[in-house]
């Protein structure tokens, strides 16, 4: 949907590309000619401080065949100029503080990546340290199997994050101030609702939030304690409308819109205080406690306006919504962590959390509805009023007990059992005023439950060289509202790692069994849910020169997920919901110096998901396109996956030009491509040049 | 005044108010380590007479102290306010008189070389406990599998820090290098992030190579992000954003909320209820590759698992009812539908 002037971005980077590597070319002749063999040396110092600087710029081209909008939902790395992977840091190298002892710059992804980043790190020791991440990406998103290929977006977001810190009496009283931003704006399309119909829409979206922060820390009569107190304002400006008449997607029905405007403003605020607390007694006891409150609020008042016709016929002048909403949410959490030191090597540690809040939301609706007959006589007006109320009220208690023992320096051992108490309700109304005797509708829903779950782990050093943990959890997770997420549960993972002198293995197994029993009143039958999930993972680096790396690993995702539904199709049926993950994953790398003036990177990466293999399809992703629709062989069954494969190959070959400069020359590949919809494969080529500039470095 | 602007002038007030109380009271300087032989009480060795310094150290083990120098345990010693304490190598390995009259004698000085992770991260923690990141490591996953400090952090500097910078990837922001070292000096990691937290938790690569995913390797976003490895109250260690809320409204602030219909998952059970957050295949990072199958598996009459979720009153054998969030379309919660439309 939204038109790309790639050819005009794709010439004028070919042509920087050709001029890059030519201007490159000859530097390398040169450079053969007359060889610099002084190193650059490790002790480029200006004013005292130590300078070391890597700066890339490069320039990519970007060929896409196929669904470009894919590759751009996927990838997005665009034609043109970038920065990359570059860095400048500033140390200090004089016996005395000064008021910047450490300055380090890191940035990469500006300009033609899909996410940029920029890190700065100030510092002084004893005196302050400051940080800033700012962040940029951005978003495409535009899908012909998600929401009908009507959600679709094309927004830059903004991100910055400011925290400094300063010790006006050393480290252990400081001083932290800290701001955020988050901006987010750009097109999109999104979905309207009227008359049993639903319409996609144009939206500019535009979103804003800043944080600011201030707190101390410090140590008070022993303890260690901590003082926050945050606040964020937050707005939403997004605006929808029509660009021309809509017939929706229910093509069959007489509703159509010829206009449609909505401005939903919506402006909301957060504070939060958050108290800490840290001691440890006599060696003996580590006490630990927090306590935040939070309070966050919302304000609306959306106005939306239709013109068109409803499913009646009718003509609608204007069918005009005002509503208003308003919403407050305190939250209050509180922790505490003890751990006893029963001897050196054996201790307790107690964690009690504590969580709570309630949502108390309203709003306020009018709706003023004018309306003409097919035939074009006025009908009477119609004036909406409605008010509704909702209250979300949650606590939760966790606590967790457990033993750690180090039986011996290669070996230690724990076992712990957590509890959880939740409680969660729902309650509210809502209720027409417009006639007078009106009453209001009631609804009310309340759960609570209790969950235990066992906890037992390991740690073994068999050899100076291996080192291999194991911990598993046994029990019922506290998911009241969903049964995606597991009930009872048994969770293990185990990882191995073995370190030699050049080359490392490492391997992991990750096992999830969720089992999830349920039972419709409706249908009168006990039913339930079952995932199984099973990840292992292996991966080896292996460096046996310094002149050469190879690392390589293997991921297998495998995970089947059974869940009884019930269905309406047209009637009530009970089916069954499956969902499988075949996915294999390889990599390989390898990095090579032949000569002391090339060395090169290739790699290549495989993301092969195999899905539910040669089970029958009974619901392949069902898409309505026009009139269209996918037909359902067993519509009270819902069995999915999403085959895809998913590789990368690339290369990088860099030439050194001179002692500060490369060169670097690569390639790299995407091919993309889903076993049931080829719609959206994709296969990409993004060469690349560059040249890196070195400034400092030790000798290369 | 509602009640709402009370609650907040109160909450700001106290928070001045107290800065003040406790800035003014003059009493956290008295608890601060204020004198050497208050310092040397952490050390196994409290003899002020049993410290050399460091500069004695350097005659032998002048490669470890370069770069040592170099790090902010190394600038120590440039803080006038750690003048009159323990500085340098001494202030973890204690005490190297006796160590440099037994003419290097390892047995008399504290080395960590054969204690484990536990004891090692004591010592750390000595200087290092207290700040609300670190107070939970004595309870975090990591401490409980035997991952010390020194695991992760290099107390030294980094060795790696002057490795030369190797030909990487075009996509991917390279290692810990000489070249590159903002993120493997920060906080002094033995290599950078995420490479660090993959070398042990392999299995994330895969999930941050899928094609919806969250822009880790791509080194706009680091696992300290959005996890506290130090430990913490909650699940998978993950942060809090704006004081109480998930980790993942740091960044998407649409879903804050608090909305006047929630949809009741998004708040009392978390994101990762429906969402995949490293990486996933599907759309929007959801945990089904196809919407409707993910709502259905809650809003199926089932009795003991959904309050508010009724079933859907579509026909599911019409293709147009297939997509619940076209309809439903504020899924996350709405300030004006409580069907979720607008």
């Known amino acids: 949907m939204f038109d790309k002037n790639y050819n005009m971005t794709r010439i004028a980077c070919r042509i920087l590309f050709i001029a890059l590597g030519l201007i490159a070319v000859s530097g390398l002749t040169a450079n053969a000619q007359t060889p610099s063999s002084t190193p650059a040396g490790d002790d480029t110092t200006f004013d005292g401080y130590k300078v070391t600087s890597s700066i890339e710029i490069g320039i990519r081209s970007v060929d896409v065949n196929g669904s470009e909008n894919k590759y751009r939902s996927d990838l997005n790395y665009r034609n043109g100029v970038r920065l990359f992977d570059s860095s400048?840091?500033?140390?200090?190298?004089?016996?005395?503080?000064?008021?910047?002892?450490?300055?380090?710059?890191?940035?990469?992804?500006?300009?033609?990546?899909?996410?940029?980043?920029?890190?700065?790190?100030?510092?002084?020791?004893?005196?302050?340290?400051?940080?800033?991440?700012?962040?940029?990406?951005?978003?495409?998103?535009?899908?012909?199997?998600?929401?009908?290929?009507?959600?679709?977006?094309?927004?830059?977001?903004?991100?910055?994050?400011?925290?400094?810190?300063?010790?006006?009496?050393?480290?252990?009283?400081?001083?932290?101030?800290?701001?955020?931003?988050?901006?987010?704006?750009?097109?999109?399309?999104?979905?309207?609702?009227?008359?049993?119909?639903?319409?996609?829409?144009?939206?500019?979206?535009?979103?804003?939030?800043?944080?600011f922060r201030v707190g101390i820390e410090g140590n008070l009569l022993g303890f260690n304690l901590g003082l926050t107190q945050g606040y964020r304002a937050f707005n939403e400006r997004s605006s929808y409308f029509l660009d021309g008449a809509s017939i929706g997607n229910n093509q069959v029905d007489t509703t159509t819109y010829s206009s449609f405007l909505r401005q939903f403003p919506i402006d909301g605020s957060s504070y939060f205080t958050m108290f800490n607390a840290q001691r440890t007694f006599a060696k003996r006891v580590d006490f630990t406690a927090r306590v935040i409150y939070s309070l966050t609020t919302t304000k609306s008042s959306?106005?939306?306006?239709?013109?068109?016709?409803?499913?009646?016929?009718?003509?609608?002048?204007?069918?005009?919504?005002?509503?208003?909403?308003?919403?407050?949410?305190?939250?209050?959490?509180?922790?505490?962590?003890?751990?006893?030191?029963?001897?050196?090597?054996?201790?307790?540690?107690?964690?009690?959390?504590?969580?709570?809040?309630?949502?108390?939301g309203g709003e306020f609706l009018f709706e003023q509805l004018i309306r003409r007959n097919s035939a074009g006589n006025p009908l009477a007006t119609t004036l909406t009023r409605s008010t509704a109320y909702r209250v979300t009220d949650f606590r939760r208690y966790?606590?967790?007990?457990?033993?750690?023992?180090?039986?011996?320096?290669?070996?230690?051992?724990?076992?712990?059992?957590?509890?959880?108490s939740r409680r969660v309700e729902l309650f509210g109304y809502s209720q027409t005023l417009s006639s007078n005797n009106s009453t209001p509708s009631f609804l009310g829903e309340e759960e609570e439950n209790q969950?235990?779950?066992?906890?037992?782990?390991?740690?073994?050093?068999?050899a100076k060289f291996w080192v291999l943990f194991w911990d598993v959890e046994h029990g019922s997770a506290d998911n009241v509202f969903?049964?995606?997420?597991?009930?009872?549960?048994?969770?293990?993972?185990?990882?191995?790692?073995?370190?030699?002198?050049?080359?490392?293995?490492?391997?992991?197994?990750?096992?999830?069994?969720?089992?999830?029993?349920?039972?419709?009143?409706?249908?009168?039958?006990?039913?339930?849910?079952?995932?199984?999930?099973?990840?292992?993972?292996?991966?080896?680096?292996?460096?046996?020169?310094?002149?050469?790396?190879?690392?390589?690993?293997?991921?297998?995702?495998?995970?089947?997920?059974?869940?009884?539904?019930?269905?309406?199709?047209?009637?009530?049926?009970q089916g069954i919901s499956q969902f499988f993950v075949r996915d294999h994953y390889f990599f390989a790398d390898v990095t090579a110096r032949p000569h002391k003036r090339v060395s090169f990177y290739a790699s290549y990466r495989i993301n092969k998901d195999l899905g539910q293999g040669d089970r029958p399809l009974t619901d392949p992703y069902p898409v309505l396109i026009g009139n269209t629709t996918t037909p359902l062989l067993q519509p009270e069954n819902i069995i999915a996956s999403y085959p895809i494969d998913f590789r990368s190959p690339e290369f990088r070959v860099s030439f050194r030009l001179t002692k500060n400069v490369d060169w670097n020359v690569g390639y790299q590949y995407y091919d993309y491509s889903e076993k049931y919809q080829t719609l959206q494969d994709y296969r990409a080529h993004l060469p690349y040049t560059s040249l890196r500039i070195y400034f400092g470095s030790p000798d290369r | 005044m509602t009640s709402t602007k009370k609650v907040k002038i109160a909450l700001l007030g106290a928070f001045i108010l107290l800065t003040l109380v406790w800035a003014f009271s003059g009493t956290f300087s008295k608890a601060m380590l204020s004198n050497k032989a208050e310092a040397l009480s952490i050390l196994p060795s409290s003899n002020a007479d049993d410290f050399v310094g460091s500069e004695t150290c350097k005659a032998c083990h002048e490669d470890q102290f370069k770069v040592v120098a170099m790090t902010k345990h190394g600038r120590l010693s440039e803080d006038p306010k750690?003048?009159?304490?323990?500085?340098?190598?001494?202030?973890?390995?204690?005490?190297?008189?006796?160590?440099?009259?037994?003419?290097?004698?390892?047995?008399?000085?504290?080395?960590?070389?054969?204690?484990?992770?536990?004891?090692?991260?004591?010592?750390?923690?000595?200087?290092?406990?207290?700040?609300e990141s670190h107070n939970n490591f004595r309870r975090g996953e990591h401490w409980r599998n035997d991952v010390g400090c020194t695991d992760c952090h290099s107390p030294h500097g980094s060795e790696q820090h002057f490795v030369e910078a190797k030909t990487g990837s075009i996509t991917f922001p390279g290692e810990t290098t000489q070249e590159n070292p903002s993120i493997a000096t920060s906080f002094m990691l033995k290599r950078s992030q995420p490479d660090l937290c993959i070398s042990c938790h392999n299995e994330t690569e895969s999930q941050f190579t899928k094609p919806f995913h969250h822009k880790v390797l791509e080194g706009m976003m680091k696992c300290s992000d959005c996890h506290n490895p130090h430990g913490g109250f909650e699940t998978k260690q993950t942060k809090l954003a704006v004081g109480n809320d998930a980790v993942c409204i740091k960044c998407h602030t649409d879903k804050q909320g608090p909305f006047v219909f929630e949809h009741a998952p998004l708040k009392t059970e978390g994101c990762s209820a429906c969402h995949v957050p490293h990486g996933s295949n599907n759309p929007k990072l959801l945990k089904r590759s196809n919407v409707r199958q993910l709502c259905m598996e809650c809003h199926s009459l089932l009795s003991?698992?959904?309050?508010?979720?009724?079933?859907?009153?579509?026909?599911?054998?019409?293709?147009?009812?297939?997509?619940?969030?076209?309809?439903?379309?504020?899924?996350?919660?709405?300030n004006a539908s409580a069907a979720f439309f607008r």
């Open chain 2, 304 to 334: 003991n698992a959904d309050p508010g979720a009724p079933q859907t009153p579509h026909n599911q054998s019409t293709g147009r009812y297939n997509n619940c969030t076209v309809c439903h379309a504020r899924i996350h919660g709405s």
């Open chain 1, 451 to 462: 969950t235990h779950t066992l906890i037992a782990g390991m740690k073994i050093k068999p």
């Open chain 2, 82 to 131: 750690w003048k009159d304490k323990v500085q340098g190598c001494e202030s973890c390995h204690g005490g190297g008189k006796a160590h440099v009259e037994g003419g290097g004698d390892k047995t008399k000085i504290i080395s960590f070389a054969g204690k484990n992770s536990k004891e090692v991260s004591e010592t750390c923690l000595a200087c290092h406990a207290g700040r």
């Open chain 1, 398 to 420: 966790v606590n967790t007990i457990e033993g750690d023992y180090q039986i011996r320096d290669w070996v230690g051992i724990h076992l712990g059992y957590r509890y959880t």
């Open chain 1, 302 to 360: 959306m106005i939306e306006e239709i013109m068109g016709r409803d499913n009646n016929n009718n003509y609608v002048d204007l069918d005009r919504f005002e509503i208003s909403g308003d919403t407050v949410r305190p939250q209050t959490r509180g922790d505490l962590g003890l751990t006893f030191f029963v001897t050196n090597n054996f201790k307790i540690s107690n964690t009690f959390s504590f969580d709570k809040f309630g949502i108390d």
């Open chain 1, 88 to 211: 400048f840091s500033l140390d200090n190298t004089e016996g005395r503080r000064r008021f910047v002892d450490k300055l380090i710059v890191n940035a990469s992804g500006w300009g033609a990546d899909r996410s940029g980043f920029a890190f700065i790190n100030a510092e002084s020791a004893g005196l302050y340290k400051f940080n800033g991440n700012f962040r940029r990406i951005s978003l495409f998103s535009d899908l012909n199997n998600h929401a009908l290929n009507q959600h679709t977006s094309n927004t830059n977001r903004d991100l910055g994050d400011l925290d400094l810190t300063v010790y006006p009496m050393g480290d252990k009283f400081r001083l932290n101030f800290g701001a955020s931003y988050n901006l987010q704006k750009g097109p999109g399309t999104w979905n309207a609702r009227a008359y049993r119909d639903d319409f996609e829409v144009s939206v500019n979206n535009k979103t804003n939030a800043k944080d």
């Open chain 1, 482 to 573: 969903t049964r995606t997420e597991n009930y009872k549960f048994t969770n293990f993972r185990v990882r191995s790692r073995l370190t030699f002198d050049k080359v490392i293995f490492n391997f992991s197994g990750i096992s999830k069994d969720n089992t999830n029993p349920s039972r419709s009143d409706i249908l009168g039958v006990d039913f339930g849910a079952v995932i199984k999930s099973r990840i292992f993972a292996g991966n080896v680096d292996w460096n046996p020169i310094p002149e050469f790396a190879f690392s390589s690993g293997y991921t297998y995702t495998h995970q089947t997920s059974t869940a009884a539904i019930v269905i309406n199709a047209p009637s009530q049926r």
